[in-house]
């Protein structure tokens, strides 16, 4: 069985505290975006985890594929699978790849042995694997407090507008992005913001993650900063970067930025 599993973008990120735990408490909108790697499974004599595309940093071992596939085999007793992951989705870019993957490889295996897990068990082992992978369940658009991981639906859509996604060269630690920023427990309301037009964005929705990556990779700034002279409505880096997304309203082809930097066109 094959699956697609899409990336998201963050529509403002307000770090408004630190816990005791040492996680964050966070507000974000998750939007899902039509970038896709691709997910087949199929039995095998043995579990295996194959990847091709772009490649995956570390371990193959830890990858959240197989940390998904262990979860449900522990409960459900799985045979042994080959997992094959195309990847095309940036990694350390902000844009959720690897947590969909791993949110899209439960799926399937719940489809693939007829598991018959209800939305909420797929939520609940989602959320034992990474704070943002439960919002692949789903896949709609959410407000995200908490530490990512508690959705409240939200009405945006952005299916008006041409979507422009830049991956400069540059991978950006979650680790490194949380050093850098300083929660600000000040409320910028973001639910309200977002409900006004796009056009307003510019002025009301924040990252607070930018200020400090900005700082130690200024080429993310800079990108930010063309996507606005050439006519986005907003623009902004997702989650703890370092891709950066522009809204437009009309197609552009912004060749400038296709000379350093990966440039994605998405209507």
Known sequence: ??????????????????????YHQLETVFYPLKMYDV??????????????GIPIPGDAKDNLCLRAYRLLAEAYDLPPVCIYLHK???IGAGLGGGSADAAFLLTL?????????????????????????AFFIRNTPVLATGIGDVFEDIEVDLSGYHVVV???????????AYRAVTPDPASRQLKSAISHPVATWRDAIVNDFEAGIFAVHPV???????????????????????????????????????VDNKVFYIE
């Not at 899409?6 to 816990?19: F, P, T, W, Y």
């Not at 693939?112 to 989602?126: D, N, P, T, V, W």
């Open 1 to 22: 069985m094959i699956a697609f599993a899409n990336a998201k973008i963050n529509i403002g990120l307000q770090v408004l505290s630190r816990r005791e735990d040492g």
């Open 39 to 52: 997910l087949e499974v199929v039995e095998a004599t043995d579990t295996r985890f194959i990847p091709s």
């Open 88 to 90: 095309t989705i940036p």
């Open 109 to 133: 295996l719940n489809d693939k042995f007829e598991l018959g897990l209800a939305e909420s068990q797929l939520l609940g082992y989602a959320r034992r694997l990474g704070a943002d992978c």
């Open 166 to 176: 830049v991956k400069p060269p540059v991978h950006v630690s979650t680790a490194e």
């Open 220 to 258: 993310i700034a800079t990108i930010k900063e063309n996507l606005y002279q050439s006519g986005a409505l907003f623009a902004s880096m997702s989650g703890s970067g370092s891709a950066v997304y522009g809204l437009f309203n009309k197609s552009v082809q912004l060749t400038e930025l296709e």
